[in-house]
Every structure is written in C-alpha cells, then in structure tokens.
C-alpha cells in the first residue's frame, strides 16, 4: 500500500504556471505505475499523465506540449508541471497510483488503487 499527499495547487491566470507534487510514501514507489488526474463537478475523472518506474510519460491530447510529468524514487515525489495553463485546466488534481502492469500495457489512465486527497487548480 502507498499513501499519496498533493500539493502545489492555487489559483492562476491564463497562460501562467503550476507545478504541482505528489509525495509518496508507504510501500516501495518503483512498484507502482503513477499518474495524474483531473476531475471538475459534473465531469467524469480525466486522465492526464502517466509515468513508469523507468521514467516513461504518456500524456493525454488536451496535455500535451504544455504538461510534463517527472519524478524522482529517490525523494519518493512526482511532480506534474503545467505550463500555458488556461481556464479549461481548471480542475481537482489527484495523482494516483496503480500496478507497473497498467503502465507497461499503455494503460495508465486505468489506475484506480491508490489517490491523493487532491489539490484544486483554478485558471483565470
């Protein structure tokens, strides 16, 4: 089992910036296929980066070229850095956790184990 705390989220104006960051903490990270989430009110949970234990990223169409997922095993944290940000990121982050398999099969936005209490994001 792994707990996850997020942190990092606030309050932005269109085409600003936000990194957020996910501490791992229980079990051994390296075992765990990790993603980010989204989820607004009324909306269904969206997954928007996945990230391997040998460091490799998926990202989802609405991400890409603004977002980077990154982590670091050896401070047990992964960080979603979120570049041009506009009001359509306005959402609840969650980073998560799921089996390695998930990532090695390209299903990380499948990962429903392990979720962080969430930290909002709010774009202006």
């Known amino acids: 089992h792994v707990q996850l705390v997020e942190s990092g989220g606030g309050s932005v104006q269109a085409g600003g910036s936000l990194r957020l960051s996910c501490e791992v903490s229980?079990?051994?990270?390296?075992?765990?296929?990790m993603g980010w989430f989204r989820q607004t009110p009324g909306k269904e949970r969206e997954g928007v980066a996945g990230?391997?234990?040998?460091?490799?990223?998926s990202y989802a169409d609405s991400v890409k070229g603004r977002f980077t997922i990154s982590q670091d095993k050896s401070k047990n944290t992964m960080w979603l850095q979120m570049n041009s940000l506009n009001p359509e990121d306005t959402a609840m982050y969650y980073c998560a956790a799921g089996p390695t398999m998930l990532c090695k099969q390209g299903n990380w936005y499948r990962i429903n184990d392990y979720w962080g209490q969430g930290t909002q994001v709010t774009v202006s």
């Open positions: 990230i391997e234990s040998d460091g490799s990223t």
């Open positions: 229980g079990d051994t990270y390296s075992s765990y296929c």
